[in-house]
């Protein structure tokens, strides 16, 4: 987002990329079929996902490896390509609220950001105009509308568990994902194979080296570098940034590249080993880090997954296509805040859920288990049997907010390097019992709008399992390390995302984070880079920097 | 030195482009018969092109991968619809798949596969491929019910699940098994009509019957604005 709005603006910009370069057009593995794939497509190395899933890397990358506190159980999942995960994430695209920038003035916990709700509305609309997301105004407290394109209509299935929630007064809503449901700005609209996390070959969803980089190439004033991994930014006498110093992959030699103001968007985490591994005299504690903010206050999506539900009125249906987009059609926005205001609940912060299921593409597992439902046999009947249950199951998932914490940041771990030379991070991380009471809500919602639909919850986890709470990291939605702030003193980053420390020193992906509410990052990402790309645009032009 | 990167980006994607990468996807499929004849001419796809002999075996013995066929066809045989598990390739895909997995369930299988042998040389004084089909049935029956079984088959009755699960899913997730279920998605959907109203109506009449206390009739409105 920072090298689209600052080419257009004029600026020359070199981007360094730790992977390869990513073609969705031509490396898009979507409209492949699991059993053309090694072990029916179960499974892409290093990855939770599919095979033909998009992702370069996964949680492990070899000769790149991290390292954890005792007692810490943190997962790092990197996506080393061009574009990153953008181009196989969920594509789901929510406004934070204006809670979400008050948690503090609200309840006491956590902290402010120093801006408010209105200030990044504006870019909230530019974003979602820019890449097309889909969604319906619906007035929910909490979960601004957006510039929305239509929505698909919902599943069959989708009905039915709409139709659940009404009864039980939770609201249930078109989502609202980054997918086009119509053509915008010369791209072709989605064609429904429900393949996006494999990358899409039409540019129909959103991910950055198809929406983004286009036209900031368009302007000619964009180099990409890839294979480029950065290893510190570089500072002159007065403490300014003065570039950065990278090895290339392919020499393993060092380049350094000058620049006349450094925009960091490597993802939180290396942003902030970054910083770390970027002392000097001037910078003795690592760079933008005098408050000793960097690296704190780590945080993931509170997330519970795999409550599964059979329906026997979904049992036998006609057949009919299920895929849709590449993700929900409806989803549940939290409902719980008045209750929560008047500390009525357990836990302090909300969720969102998320579902799926019916009519899906067929995988290793399929219809695993079918003795529960047939009283077991072969032959025959089984065979009929199976044809009847096909398509009966739904999953839920809830998305969450997790409180900072002080026990949740990331350090260099001053005994590893990795294969570029460069000291790793180690991780310390842990859920409070906010999170865990919020996960058990979350499957005790689950029992009940699977209950309510006639259904039997046939998987699920309880409290000696911690409820399933996801393991940090996990979601993948790490945000926070080099937090924003109105304080130097409690913060690395000003209002602007600007360093206090190093006023040509810019930070663009989630590292500025404050907060992380119920809501996925990455629509606020890339609003909040866009704000603060025309800062440094405005700062440039005012000679300020 | 690192290569710039001056390639093309999906985002400058023409017509032409679209259409060379629709043309990749099989045609839009025609419920069973015919789909299926023209799918396996055209598609080239591995598990079409797959044989028991082309393959090569990493778990199973000789013996072993004859038996795991006899089981599979006894689990899904062919009928009107689709062919029987073997010929969809399910032997090739547990063995490939016991091999990828390892551990606990290849254990299951193998010996699983053993005290099959044992049982039916105790009976029948054959190995299972060897004795009769009435045999055979007589003693899947024994394990293939877990609320019939008696305690003392346990194992055997959770071996047969977990086999049960192998050959379905196996199956299931064939190109043969994606079109008896069938899976209608994987391609292009031009229009996006939602949930075809036969299909809203049988849900709707699955409601009554098993007296959900739901209806899908009222109130759809409300979800859009």
Known sequence: MAAYVLTQAGAKVLMLEAGGWYDTAKDSKMLEWDYQAPHRGAVKPNTTFGYFDAAVGGWQIPGEPYTHAPGTDWNWFRSRMLGGRTNHWGRISLRFGPYDFKPYSRDGKGFDWPITYDDLAPYYDKAEELIGVFGADNHIENAPDGKFLPPPKP????????????????????????????????????????????????????????????????????????????????TGPDGRATGVSYIDKKTRKEVQARGKIVVLAA????????????????????????????????????????????????????????????????????????KQFKNQLPFARGYHIEFGGGRHMPGVGELGGSERYLGGGYGPELKQGCRKLYGAFVGFSSRGEMIPNDESYCEVDKNVVDEWGIPVLKFHFKWTEDEILQARHARETFREIIETAGGEVVQTYGARQNWGISRGGEIIHEVGTARMGSERSTSALNPYCQAWDCKNLFITDAAPFVSNADKNPTLTILALAWRTSEHIVDQVKKHNI | MSEKGNGKLGGAIKRRDMLKVFSAVPAVLVPFGTALAAEQKTSGSAAAAQTASAYQRKVFSGHEWETIKVLSDLIIPADERSRSASQAGVPAFIDDWLNFKGGKLKAEILGGLTWLDLECNREFSHDFVSCTSTQQKKMLDRIAYPDKAVPGDSNYVAFFNYLRDLVVGGFYSSEEGVKDLPYLGNK?????????PDVLSQIEQNLKTKRVGLSLASDQESTQS
Not at chain 1, 168 to 187: D, K, M
Not at chain 1, 304 to 333: I, R, S
């Open chain 1, 155 to 234: 599943r069959c299935y989708e009905f039915l568990i709409q139709k659940s929630c009404q009864k039980l007064h939770i609201p249930c809503i078109p989502s609202r994902l980054s997918i086009i449901t119509q053509p915008h700005h010369g791209r072709p609209a989605c064609h429904y194979c429900s393949q996006c996390g494999r990358s899409c070959a039409t540019s129909s969803n959103f991910s950055s080296p198809t929406v983004l980089l286009p036209p900031a190439m368009a302007t000619g004033n964009l180099d990409i570098i890839c294979n480029a991994m950065v290893r510190e930014v570089l």
């Open chain 2, 188 to 196: 292009v959907v031009p229009v996006w009509e939602g949930c075809p």
């Open chain 1, 267 to 338: 993802s939180n985490c290396e942003t902030s080993r970054l910083l770390l591994n970027s002392s000097s005299a001037q910078h003795p504690n690592g760079l933008a880090n005098s408050s000793g903010a960097v690296g704190r206050y780590l945080m993931d999506t509170v997330g519970a997954d795999g409550t599964v539900g059979f329906f026997p009125v979904l049992m036998d249906l006609p057949p009919h296509n299920d895929d849709g987009v590449g993700g929900m059609h409806l989803y549940m926005p939290w409902w719980n805040y008045g």
